[in-house]
């Protein structure tokens, strides 16, 4: 019959979860005795570190990736990369050691005290089997759980004496449905006010980038000739930003947003809440006259959104179905947005003309990982995304994600096969947050390349001091960081570049390299605009 152990492992097995990550603690080693040879154990430093890189594997791999930590030290670390899990719908499971089952009631050191609550409410579901001979079928369970939509993080607290117990049979392996497709009557409803619509909007997010669904977006946008504009704060690209009828990131304020939308009747809103604001400037959610369309998978999402109708339904499926409804319109097409300004290259190079030079020499399939929050806007100008599956960042607003995940995602494109270059811009104060997922990369020999714009401040921050008129705020300048030596520290190649010239030609080098390459480039204080 074998053990526990045996058992999980063939749920493991058996559902293709064959990649760990973690950061092992005493409570973890009686699941991680007698590794097979058929897993990989990627080890982290620290728990967060642990759980953005399986973030980032679990979304362009498509496939659940277990996170093991170390019961409640470990949860505790980990946790503010698992509410961007959250946020990001990427499907985890996060596994966790508890404390011998003999000794729970004594509450001994490494006890979790309430393990099934220590991680809400960031996780869909978190369980302590009552049964050591549940722990096998608890996993399938929370595999379901996982990628049933809306996908996300759960948590399984498993005690420690609970691998070498005996198993009760062999567990059963199960497949469930990842999609909701949308209701009939809804949907009918839904094309038929965007067919008669005057003048619509369409608002892509990452929704349809997760379920595949660029070209039938694209496809709706055609045939309608409407703008398409990304929500604000957006975690995944989905739509092609080179195309003529894109028109950049809406603002992420109430009264701004609502202005941006002036002037059309319908607003289709598919793949995204409705909306992510930060900060608060009061005013109108939509302009008067403006009825609004939500299509996601997600029902809190649905419920909590101020104005709309809602559709639940997979991004994809809704798009394909729209854009099979909807008569091709005869309305000129919307103007192209206009390419930015050519920026003056000086010495320190400007964020945009950091940003032109990196959009410049960008790989045509690269993947690009953001946590630089006072120039994403800028970034985002200049370096217009093609592909699907080519932007992740925190939907969370928490710091540390980034670096972590572009070592998850740079070991997914290796295991994949595709292989895509990975390209991570993170902030200076970003950078330090997780600066020890630096040693996995290197470990792994991952090819990323790490562009650090240095001003040497929290540059996002000073933009929320001007806006909310809190001056003298302490803690906002970053003096003293050394960003090359702390990369070679870790094993990774390391370098400061100031101009233009030597930007290009590094990253040019950096992405055919067999590790990570760390480019300190030097740029302008400027405290960008906050909406």
């Not at 058929?38 to 953005?52: G, I, K, M, P, R």
């Not at 995304?385 to 995602?409: C, E, H, M, V």
Request: aromatic letters at 8%; glycine letters at 10%.
């Amino acid at each position: 019959m074998g053990t526990v152990h045996d058992a999980t492992y063939e749920v493991l097995r058996g559902l293709g979860m064959t990649t760990v990550f973690g950061n092992p603690g005493s409570t973890e080693e009686p699941f991680l005795t007698r590794f097979p040879s058929d897993f990989t154990y990627v080890l982290a430093l620290q728990e967060a570190s642990a759980v953005a890189m399986a973030d980032g594997y679990a979304q362009v791999t498509g496939v659940p990736a277990h996170v093991n930590l170390h019961t409640t030290p470990g949860v505790g670390n980990g946790m503010g990369n698992l509410a961007t899990a959250w946020h990001n719908r990427a499907p985890l499971v996060v596994s966790s050691g508890q404390q011998h089952r003999d000794m729970l009631r004594l509450e001994p050191l490494l006890t979790n005290r309430y393990a099934q609550l220590l991680p809400m409410p960031y996780v869909k579901w978190s369980y302590e089997p009552a049964r050591a001979q549940d722990v096998p079928q608890a996993f399938m369970q929370a595999y379901a759980r996982a990628v049933q939509p809306p996908a996300g993080p759960v948590h399984l607290s498993i005690p420690m004496d609970d691998w070498d117990q005996p198993a009760d049979g062999a567990p059963t392996l199960r497949t469930v449905s990842t999609r909701v497709a949308p209701e009939p009557e809804r949907l009918r409803e839904f094309a038929d006010v965007l067919a008669g619509a005057r003048s619509p909007a369409l608002v892509i997010g990452g929704g349809v980038d997760r379920s595949g669904g660029w070209d039938d977006a694209v496809r709706l946008a055609e045939k309608l000739r409407a703008p398409v504009w990304a929500p604000p704060l957006n975690e995944r690209t989905g739509f092609p930003e080179d195309h003529p009828q894109y028109r950049g990131m809406l603002p992420p304020a109430i009264g701004p947003l609502g202005e941006q939308l002036r002037g059309h009747d319908v607003v289709a809103v598919i793949g995204a809440p409705v909306f992510r604001y930060y900060p608060y400037v009061p005013g109108e959610f939509l302009p008067e006259g403006t009825r609004l369309l939500h299509v996601t998978d997600d029902a809190d999402e649905a419920a909590r959104a101020p104005v709309g109708d809602s559709l639940l339904a997979d991004a994809a499926l809704a798009c394909a179905a729209f854009a099979d409804a909807v008569p091709a319109s005869d309305r000129p097409a919307p103007e192209p947005q206009q390419a930015p300004p050519t920026p003056e290259l000086g010495t320190p190079l400007s964020p945009d003309a950091l940003f032109a030079t990196l959009a410049r020499v960008w790989p045509d399939d690269g993947v690009l990982v953001e946590e630089s929050p006072s120039n994403v806007k800028i970034l985002k100008q200049h370096l217009r995304l093609r592909r699907p599956a080519s932007y992740f960042t925190a939907s969370s607003g928490g710091l540390g994600y980034g670096l972590p995940a572009a070592a998850g995602i740079a070991l997914g494109e290796r295991h994949t096969g595709r292989r895509r270059p990975v390209v991570a811009v993170i902030g200076e104060g970003s950078f330090q947050y997780s600066v020890q997922a630096l040693w996995t990369a290197a470990q792994h020999k991952l090819p990323i390349v790490v562009v650090v714009p240095v001003n040497e401040e929290y540059g996002i921050l000073k933009a929320f001091a001007d806006f909310e008129h809190t001056p003298g705020v302490p803690g906002l300048d970053l003096p003293g960081l050394d960003v090359p030596t702390i990369a070679r520290g870790y094993g990774c190649q390391g370098q400061r570049v100031e101009d233009a010239d030597g930007l290009g030609d590094a990253v040019a080098v950096a992405t055919k390299a067999d590790g990570p390459t760390i480019l300190a480039v030097p740029i302008t204080k400027e405290v960008p605009a906050l909406v």
